[in-house]
């Protein structure tokens, strides 16, 4: 991965936005003492300049990562997530079929244990059915679904998703553990199906209307072309 440049989605001389790979880490973590390659320093380097990210993505989360040129921008683009005026939309794949559209509202608690307003928009784009026993069904269920989260906690669509029983493929701690084992030995699948594909904001100093969108990875794309979805659109 050291070999290979970050993907620039836009790029001028307040912010920049990277379509960040599949299990990178945007930053140095006490979690992840002994990875010694994350985001941050990569784009760095790439643009030997000061950088900073404005928002967090998890590690196997792949997408659209903004990141700020200097501190004035840091500061304009932090108030604008925290104030909850960027949009933002995920691809996933997640077990189950899923309603066409609907909104899961349950409030999550946050890393100090204080119950908080959470909202996950979503809508079914894609459903398939593979002739692959999984537990006791003898046919499995899939679904791709577009979300949109209106709030920000940690690990938001993973622990709604989770809430409705449409977990997301590939994700260990909120998972299926035998969906995703049924990846990995089907599919050759090590990584977490979340990608996020747009964020829309207005630029804090042009005032121009953004949307900046990430194509899916590879690895995601391999996935959905071997359960057969249509990845023509993506």
């Known amino acids: 991965m050291l070999d290979i440049p970050l993907q620039i989605l836009f790029q001028d001389e307040h912010i920049v936005a990277i379509n960040k790979p599949h299990n990178l880490l945007v930053h140095r973590s006490p979690i992840a003492a002994d990875e010694s390659v994350f985001a941050l320093q990569m784009l760095r380097d790439q643009l030997n300049c000061w950088v900073n990210p404005c928002h967090r993505i998890d590690r196997k989360t792949s997408g659209v990562l903004l990141f700020s040129l200097s501190k004035e921008a840091d500061r304009a683009m932090q108030m604008k ?17 899923l309603p066409e559209e609907g909104t899961a509202d349950r409030p999550l608690e946050n890393e100090k ?3 908080k307003d959470s909202i996950t928009h979503y809508r079914c ?4 059915e593979l002739d692959i026993e999984v537990s006791r069904y003898p046919k499995s269920r899939y679904s791709l679904a577009e979300i949109s989260p209106e709030t920000g906690r ?3 669509i993973r622990r709604h998703f989770a809430q409705m029983r449409h977990y997301l493929i590939g994700d260990k701690t909120y ?6 084992k049924m990846f990995e030995e089907q599919f050759d699948l090590h990584t977490m199906l979340l990608h996020a594909r747009e964020l829309g904001f207005e630029h804090p ?11 899916l990875q590879t690895e995601f794309l391999s996935i959905l ?8 659109i993506y």
Not at 81 to 97: I, M, S
Not at 125 to 128: H, I, N, T
């Open 81 to 97: 997530f925290e104030n909850r005026q960027c949009d933002k939309k995920y691809l996933a794949l997640v077990r189950g079929y």
């Open 113 to 115: 244990g204080v119950m």
């Open 154 to 156: 940690m690990h938001q």
């Open 175 to 180: 998972g299926d553990c035998k969906h995703n």
């Open 205 to 215: 100093f042009t005032q121009e209307k953004m949307i900046i969108k990430a194509p």
């Open 225 to 232: 072309d071997k359960i057969g979805m249509d990845i023509s």
């Open 125 to 128: 784009l894609q459903q398939v």
